[in-house]
């Protein structure tokens, strides 16, 4: 009844450019925090960044300078720009996100199926 849904990811070359976009749907309370992730081959899945529904952001140190999260929240959607691309950020980028359900009244977690981005020449 409710999902998230990425879209953006791709094959780009070191130093590039990317957008990610994850747009949540289905019977919606509210939208609470949400944020992207990601797992790269042989890893843990990891925290990228986090934005709450005030606004308040939180990124990776790995990302900090070159990732930016922001949500249009009339939308229910969230971002995530990716500059300055690395090998090392390629990875499955996850969207997960604190929804209350119209039929609930409390927040429960949800996630993307996940978006690949591959960095590579």
């Known amino acids: 009844q409710v999902q998230l849904v990425e879209s953006g990811g791709g094959l780009v070359q070191p130093g590039g450019s990317l957008r990610l976009s994850c747009a949540a749907s289905?019977?919606?309370?509210?939208?609470?925090?949400m944020g992207w992730y990601r797992q790269a081959p042989g890893k843990e899945r990891e925290l990228v960044a986090t934005?709450?529904?005030?606004?308040?952001?939180d990124y990776a140190d790995s990302v900090k300078g070159r990732f930016t999260i922001s949500r249009d929240n009339a939308k229910n959607t969230v971002y995530l720009q990716m500059n300055s691309l690395e090998t090392e950020d390629t990875a499955v980028y996850y969207c997960?996100?604190?929804?209350?359900?119209?039929?609930?009244?409390?927040?429960?977690?949800?996630w993307g199926k996940g978006t690949l981005v591959t960095v590579s020449s």
């Open positions: 934005i709450t529904s005030g606004g308040i952001i």
């Open positions: 289905g019977r919606i309370r509210s939208v609470n925090a």
């Open positions: 997960n996100a604190d929804i209350t359900r119209s039929d609930r009244s409390y927040g429960m977690n949800y």
